[in-house]
Structures are given as structure tokens and as C-alpha cells.
């Protein structure tokens, strides 16, 4: 029988920052904990990332805004929102009575709302992390400006001159070149990159001949994605020095492992929210078994193990 002090170590340090697990939740995925909250103890859970929290509130787009496939899910949520002063007053005092890391990701139209929202959070207590989110594809403008290093990079300046607080720069795979994308951010005072937001894709009723989400192209999330993610985070690691987290399908302890062994610092897990609410906690579960059936004590000591 596992003794609890046998157990091996889950912890992480990354940008600064201790994780009790390496195992967070994707933006989106899980509101602000409360929605898991009763069905897994949040503090087996390295870190809570909020939903994308704008300067002003958004409606999001109209519904249906998620299909299932069958090979993953789809959304169109567009951004859906209350706007940052209502996420201080309303959900920032919830999140920071859980036992876990609070990272809170941020989205803007433009570059200088990016940096008045790091400013902004600056000023508020118990915010471990921002998650600066250029990579969205559910609105007009968010692939354009993800996709190109430049901008990217020039984001990346502003929102790091408006803040001391560790920032992750959550990254597109809607690009010929993810590398090129992380290199602009690490360049630019990123303390980590995260990877991979959705893929941009369709679904259609064939008896209806009208497309499955009112937006009419969404984001593809869930285990169709885990490889993309994969190859990204492995490009990732090869072009930067910086930690990275990597985001796509990751369902099972395992599934955590793999990105892990290609590099990975931490993990975060979204659709498997949908699925299980208490997915983030049985995958931490899951990886410490993976950790002990490999005769190690530290999921450390699994970190860029990929041979190739
Ligand atoms: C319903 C839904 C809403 C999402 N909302 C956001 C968001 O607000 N901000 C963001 O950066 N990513 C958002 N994402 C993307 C996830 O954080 C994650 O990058 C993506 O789903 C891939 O991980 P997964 O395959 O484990 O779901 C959302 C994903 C889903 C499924």
C-alpha cells in the first residue's frame, strides 16, 4: 500500500512562482473554481486560470456557441465577460480563498488595454501570475495580431513595463510558426509561454445545411489536439530558455506525462473539465502513480526526458 510519505513530489517552481502540482486548469474551462469546486479538492490543483477577463464587459457571441464532434469539442464563446472591475469586486475575493495559485489571463482589442489590465491587477492582492491571452480565434481580430511575432512582441513590452507580476504568454497554434511567436515574447520579458489555445474549426448540420455554431467557425479543443500541442510545445522548448505550459486534449495522467517529458514545466486541462469536473484532481492523481511506476520521486525529474 502507498504510504503518504512515499508519495512522490509534484511540486514546480516556475517564473518565480511554487506549484503545489503541476497540474492547472485552462482558461475557460472551469469559470472561477466554483464550478469544480465541489466535486474535486482544488488543493491538489497547482493553479486556477481564470476565464480571459477584459477592460470592459463582453457579451460573447450569440448561441449555439459549442458543438461536440466527434473528435473533440468545438466553441465560439467570443470572450464572454463582466469586465475587470466587476472581476475584482465579484470573483477575485472567491478565488483567492482557494487553496491554489490564482493565474488570471487577460485579453484586449489593443495593446495598451492589454497593458492598462496588467496594470490594473498589479495593484490587487493574492495574483500569482497573468496569463496574457494573444491567441483567441473566436474573435475578428485575434488571430491576426497572434500570428505575427512582431506584435506579439510589442505586446509582450507593454504588458511586461505595466507589471511586476510574472507574466505567460499564451500562444496561437493558428500560425506556420509558433517558434517565431514564443521567440518575440521571451524576447520581450515573457517569464513563460503557455501552448496551445484552440484550432480554428467548422461543423455542419448536413440536414439543415447550416453551420453548427451561430459563429460559424469556433475553436477546437480536446484530445483531436493533444499531438498539435505536442509538436508545438516541443518546437517551443527548442527556440527559448523560458518554462513553458502546455494546453491541448490532455485527458488522463498520462496524457500530462507526454507533454511533461517534451518539456513541459506545468499543464493545464480544459475540455476534460466538461467531461469529469473532477478531471484536474484525478489527472494529478493519475500522474504521481505514473511518477511512482517509474521509480520516481519527482515529477521534476521527468521534466524534457524526451530522447529522441
Ligand atoms: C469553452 C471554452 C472556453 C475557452 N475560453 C478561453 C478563454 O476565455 N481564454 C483563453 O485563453 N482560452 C480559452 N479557452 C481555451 C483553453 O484554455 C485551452 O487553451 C484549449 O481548450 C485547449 O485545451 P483542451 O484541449 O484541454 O481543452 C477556452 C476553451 C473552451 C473549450
Not at 493553479?47 to 458543438?67: A, D, F, I, N, Q
Not at 475575493?93 to 490594473?120: F, K, S
Request: aromatic share 4%; hydrophobic share 45%.
Amino acid at each position: 500500500m502507498t504510504t503518504r510519505a512515499s508519495r512522490p513530489d509534484l511540486s514546480v517552481t516556475l517564473a518565480g512562482v511554487h506549484f503545489a502540482t503541476p497540474i492547472w486548469t485552462a482558461s475557460g474551462t472551469a469559470g472561477t473554481g466554483e464550478e469544480i469546486a465541489a466535486w474535486c479538492d482544488t488543493g491538489k490543483l497547482g493553479g486556477m486560470v481564470t476565464k480571459s477577463v477584459s477592460l470592459e464587459p463582453r457579451p460573447g457571441h450569440p448561441y449555439p456557441r459549442t458543438v461536440e464532434t466527434a473528435s473533440g469539442m468545438l466553441n465560439a464563446i467570443g470572450l464572454q465577460n463582466k469586465g475587470i472591475e466587476a472581476f475584482i469586486a465579484e470573483e477575485l475575493p472567491r478565488l483567492r480563498q482557494m487553496p491554489t495559485r490564482v493565474i488570471v489571463n487577460v485579453v484586449g482589442w489593443a495593446i495598451d488595454e492589454y497593458a492598462a489590465l496588467a496594470h490594473r491587477l498589479t495593484r490587487e492582492e493574492g495574483i500569482d501570475a497573468l496569463e496574457v491571452n494573444l491567441s483567441c480565434p473566436n474573435v475578428s481580430r485575434g488571430i491576426d495580431n497572434g500570428a505575427d511575432p512582431g506584435w506579439v512582441g510589442e505586446c509582450t513590452a507593454a504588458v511586461r513595463a505595466a507589471t511586476t507580476t510574472p507574466i505567460i504568454i499564451k500562444l496561437t497554434p493558428n500560425t506556420h510558426d509558433i517558434a517565431s511567436l514564443a521567440r518575440a515574447a521571451a524576447d520581450h520579458g515573457a517569464d513563460a509561454i503557455s501552448a496551445i489555445n484552440t484550432l480554428v474549426g467548422m461543423a455542419v448540420n448536413h440536414n439543415t445545411f447550416k453551420p453548427r455554431l451561430a459563429n460559424i467557425t469556433g475553436g477546437l479543443s480536446g484530445p483531436a489536439i493533444k499531438p498539435v500541442a505536442l509538436a508545438a510545445v516541443y518546437k517551443i522548448k527548442k527556440a527559448v530558455d523560458i518554462p513553458v505550459i502546455g494546453i491541448g486534449g490532455i485527458m488522463s495522467g498520462t496524457d500530462a506525462a507526454e507533454f511533461l517529458i517534451v518539456g513541459a514545466s506545468a499543464v493545464q486541462v480544459g475540455t476534460a473539465n466538461f467531461r469529469h469536473p473532477d478531471a484536474t484532481t484525478r489527472i494529478a492523481d493519475e500522474l504521481g502513480a505514473y511518477l511512482q511506476s517509474k521509480g520516481m520521486t519527482r515529477v521534476t525529474d521527468l521534466i524534457g526526458r524526451l530522447e529522441v
